[in-house]
């Protein structure tokens, strides 16, 4: 194999490990399946541009993570004055219904509260470990999962009425 097929080989198991986990962090984070698949597609092509060299999976998945996060962001700002919401297709992902309905709650409260708690609770990080992906302090990650957390009961109280 040439030095470009295996690029091309190490690029491929990239996406492959790791694009469906962008996928459902940007469907929560943009409310849009068609945003959060261009948003999948800007994170692999800055990470096709990049060629960084990474200390380990852990720091190359962060670093993935931190991107998608930011194109989210910068998508977000665009679209400010003028939200749009796709509830239905966030159940055509999850197997378990209730996952789809935990996450169609999470698109409801605000861009920074969702993004800890789906990192915290759906992609398992630890707080200090968030804190490092999204540069804000540990105790900054508590307070917005402590947030986040009262949201979702405010949500969950709000639809059994």
Not at 67 to 75: D, E, F, H, L, P
Not at 102 to 122: C, G, Q, R, T, W
Request: net charge negative.
């Amino acid at each position: 194999m040439s030095q470009l097929d295996l690029q091309e080989y190490d690029i491929e198991k990239v996406v492959l490990k790791y694009s469906n986990m962008i996928f459902k962090i940007c469907l929560v984070l943009l409310c849009n399946e068609h945003d959060a698949k261009d948003a999948v597609q800007d994170t692999f092509y800055k990470y096709i541009i990049k060629s960084l060299k990474f200390e380990n999976q852990e720091h190359e998945k962060a670093w993935l993570i931190t991107v998608a996060t930011n194109i989210c962001k910068n998508m977000l700002r665009f679209k400010f004055m003028h939200p749009q919401v796709d509830f239905n297709s966030i159940h055509d992902y999850y197997e378990l219904e209730e996952d789809g309905e935990i996450l169609e709650d999470l698109m409801s409260i605000p861009f920074k509260f969702k993004v800890v708690m789906v990192l915290h609770y759906v992609e398992g990080y630890k707080v200090d470990e968030i804190a490092k992906i999204i540069g804000k302090t540990s105790s900054a990650v508590k307070m917005r999962l402590q947030k986040g957390r009262k949201l979702l009961k405010q949500e969950y109280l709000r639809e059994e009425l």
